[in-house]
């Protein structure tokens, strides 16, 4: 679970940070073509452009990790769930057979 926990954590802060820098690169763009500097302007938000495709690759990443421990626990219950079925079968066949 804590590497479930540090995993997502650690794609989550990526992201952030990534995010953040686009911030920058897109605020830095905006003053480079008030500027007139475009190609500067240009460079700025193609970097920006991949770093938000970083961005979303890691948070996608975190999805895959929720989703995945979101079908363990499943499976987890559904074990249970099957288990606690074939207990009360049982139970009730002994019952039937001492009636």
Known sequence: MDDIKASAAKHHEDAAHHYEAIAKMHHEAAKQCASGNFEKAEHLAVAAAEADTAANRHTMEALDIYRHHAEVIAERKA???AEEAAR???HQAKVA???
């Open 79 to 81: 074990a249970a769930a």
């Open 97 to 99: 057979v001492h009636k």
């Open 88 to 90: 009360i079968a049982k």
